[in-house]
């Protein structure tokens, strides 16, 4: 099984429910995980690539792989701050 995602990482819960509405509103995700990531993915829109079940965290992990495709899931707490994430296709 193999997926393509994107996410955005930011600080703060808060943060990450401001760009999850943003997004709602009609705003693009590339753009604002440029803008806004801290993830180094950020250069690339917030583009994961194609990954393979346990390659990201745990928390990340389940929402790629069980979560619906081309939503946007979040904020998820990780090690690393809170995550917006897109499920971009999977198969």
């Keep these: 099984m193999k997926a393509q995602a994107r996410h955005i990482l930011v600080?703060?819960?808060a943060e990450a429910e401001q760009l999850k509405q943003r997004?709602?509103?009609?705003?693009?995700?590339?753009?604002?995980?440029?803008k806004?990531?801290?993830c180094p993915s950020a250069k690339r829109g917030g583009d994961?690539?194609?990954?393979?079940?346990?390659q990201m965290v745990g928390?990340?992990?389940?929402?790629?792989?069980?979560?619906?495709?081309?939503?946007?899931?979040?904020?998820i707490k990780s090690k690393?701050?809170?995550h917006l994430v897109q499920v971009v296709y999977r198969d």
Excluded at 23 to 34: M, N, Q, R, S, Y
Excluded at 59 to 75: C, S, Y
């Design 23 to 34: 997004i709602a509103k009609g705003e693009a995700f590339d753009v604002l995980a440029k």
């Design 59 to 75: 928390a990340i992990d389940q929402v790629i792989f069980k979560k619906a495709v081309r939503e946007i899931h979040g904020p």
């Design 36 to 38: 806004f990531s801290t």
């Design 48 to 54: 994961l690539g194609e990954v393979r079940p346990g």
């Design 80 to 82: 690393f701050g809170y």
């Design 11 to 13: 600080k703060t819960a």
